[in-house]
């Protein structure tokens, strides 16, 4: 009986009463054969869509000749992987872990132990994870408040409001800046050009690191491989990790070539972080991030928010290529519900905001699906 699954699982999520089996392209089923549009994919984890079968092949290769063998010894994958992140990035060295929560810690660890310093400043608003470093540079006091204390030396200041950056640097003990070129999980809320730049200045000024957070943005969702290409700084550190694998578990931290040198052997480590296996299936996403799906994600995506802003009940929609938050002047919660209800998979990001994430792989049609059903709920 279905209410029997899960009796066993801590209760963390608020999950909903359906059991996903199945999931092809930009299309998910459930136990009942029902079909669903994913828009949510995984919560921007999916980019390549469900299955896609490039990665799978690649996956499915490396499963058939090797699993793991610990970081004492090289694999290819592994090393491969990092070479095309540092080709994308212009000059990079990689470490890799298996969530983004553990590609935020490894990067503040990483901060500290190059410039000898302990202080973090990151914004309010932010989301970087569970684990408790990267909660302590989460500005949302509701995920910490039972938590605490938490690590020291945290200052947040607020999004694109370059005055409060300076003055959380008043004291000069600053490792690193840290923060989303997007704000996902804190609502969807772009960075503009001008407070990345300021924030890059800051950061340089202080002889910190620029580390930016692209664990939702990044790999190709704003529309280019990385979000930052678009907002015209070059930071010191960046965190990926939800659609590097296309939903195999990876986070890395990438390290630009002019900050590098700061962690020696013994500094971090990861029992699985550069598994074989899901690396072989990262590469694959990597390859597959070409200029003609990246210029799918700007189409789609502008199609997708026009779309949205004419939408009853829609006040603002923000973002950037396939993430997308849309404003409604009621709480997201139970639109959230409706739509699956319907048949469609959206998620949302704070109070009163739709998060749509979909497969990056999205057509025009599927769009213009997606886009009659939120209007039938919002109705
Ligand atoms: N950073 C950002 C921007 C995120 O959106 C998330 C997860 O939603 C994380 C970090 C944490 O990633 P994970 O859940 O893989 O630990």
Redesign the pocket.
């Known amino acids: 009986m279905k209410t029997a699954l899960g009796a066993h699982v801590l209760p963390t999520y608020a999950r909903a009463d359906v059991t996903f089996v199945k999931g092809e392209g930009v299309w998910l089923f459930d136990d009942t054969g029902k079909r669903y549009l994913d828009f949510l994919a995984g ?2 984890v999916v980019g390549l869509g469900h299955c896609h079968p490039g990665v799978a092949a690649a996956a499915h290769e490396q499963l058939d000749r090797l699993w793991h063998v610990s970081n004492l010894f090289w694999t290819r994958p592994m090393a491969e992987l990092a070479d095309r992140l540092s080709a994308r990035f212009g000059g990079a060295q990689a470490f890799f872990c298996n ?6 810690e490894a990067g503040l660890k990483y901060a500290r132990k190059a410039t000898g310093k302990t202080g973090v400043i990151a914004l309010e608003g932010s ?5 408790f470093g ?1 909660l302590s540079v989460t500005g949302q006091p509701a995920k910490r408040a039972a938590f605490e204390p938490l690590v020291p030396d945290v200052r947040f200041a607020r999004l694109n409001d370059a005055e409060s950056l300076a003055a959380a640097a008043a004291d000069g003990n600053v490792a690193c800046v840290l923060l ?1 070129p997007i ?3 804190g609502g969807v809320h772009p960075a503009t050009p001008a407070f990345l730049r300021a924030a890059a200045d800051l950061a340089a000024a202080n002889e910190a690191l620029l580390f930016l ?5 990044g790999l190709g969702r704003t529309g280019s491989f990385f979000a930052h290409e678009r907002l015209g700084v070059r930071p010191h550190a960046v ?1 990926l ?2 659609g590097l694998a296309n939903g195999l578990p990876i ?1 890395a931290l990438l390290v630009a070539e002019e900050a590098a040198g700061a962690f020696a052997p013994g500094d971090h480590a990861s029992t699985f972080g550069g598994n074989p296996v899901t690396c072989a299936a990262a590469c694959a996403v990597c390859d597959a991030l070409d200029d003609a799906l990246l210029a799918n994600v700007e189409a789609l995506g502008e199609r997708l928010a026009a779309g949205l802003a004419s939408l009853p009940g829609v006040c603002e929609v923000r973002g950037s290529g396939l993430l997308v938050g849309c404003e409604l002047d009621r709480p997201a919660g139970p639109v959230v519900a409706s739509c699956l209800d319907a048949r469609l998979v959206v998620g949302s990001a704070g109070e009163r905001v739709l998060r749509l994430t979909p497969p990056l792989v999205v057509s025009a049609e599927e769009v213009d699906r997606a886009l009659e059903i939120l209007d039938e709920v919002l109705a």
Not at 99 to 104: D, F, M, P, T, V
Not at 127 to 131: A, L, P
């Open positions: 919560i921007a969530s983004g929560a553990e590609a935020i989301f970087h994870g569970r684990t990267a989303e704000q996902g999980e957070d692209e664990v939702q943005c965190a990790a939800k986070g």
